[in-house]
Nanobody, 122 residues
Framework: QVQLVESGGGLVQTGGSLRLSCAASGSIFSINTMGWYRQAPGKQRELVAS???????YYADSVKGRFTISRDNAKNTVYLQMNSLKPEDTAVYYC????????????????WGQGTQVTVSS
């Protein structure tokens, strides 16, 4: 139905930056919110940032002032610019979206990417 492909993860030193990208494809009619979750070993998955179709962002307190989420509606793509990275940011980052498909019409559903590893060395 909807596929999400993340890119941009990798290894970076403390204080460095990474830019994550997530492109949605498939039988998309309309995308509502897009966002990023992360999950570190032994911890629950947490919402990092999200952005609605009008561009209004939300950030977890732990990343405010360091991360910036944006989206390109024409490309069905969401980005996460991560600056001033800390070791505690190390996790698998998952892209997610709530979207309508051409097949399902009035009911939107949540979709998830496979995840991309972000490792911040100390």
């Amino acid at each position: 139905q909807v596929q999400l492909v993340e890119s941009g993860g990798g290894l970076v030193q403390t204080g460095g930056s990474l830019r994550l990208s997530c492109a949605a494809s498939g039988s998309i009619f309309s995308i509502n919110t897009m966002g990023w979750y992360r999950q570190a070993p032994g911890k629950q998955r947490e919402l990092v940032a999200s952005i609605n179709r009008n561009g209004s962002p939300y950030y977890a307190d732990s990343v405010k002032g360091r991360f910036t989420i944006s989206r390109d509606n024409a490309k069905n793509t969401v980005y996460l610019q991560m600056n001033s990275l800390k070791p505690e940011d190390t996790a698998v980052y998952y892209c997610t979206t709530n979207a309508f498909t051409t097949e399902r019409g009035l009911t939107s559903r949540n979709y998830w990417g496979q995840g991309t590893q972000v490792t911040v060395s100390s």
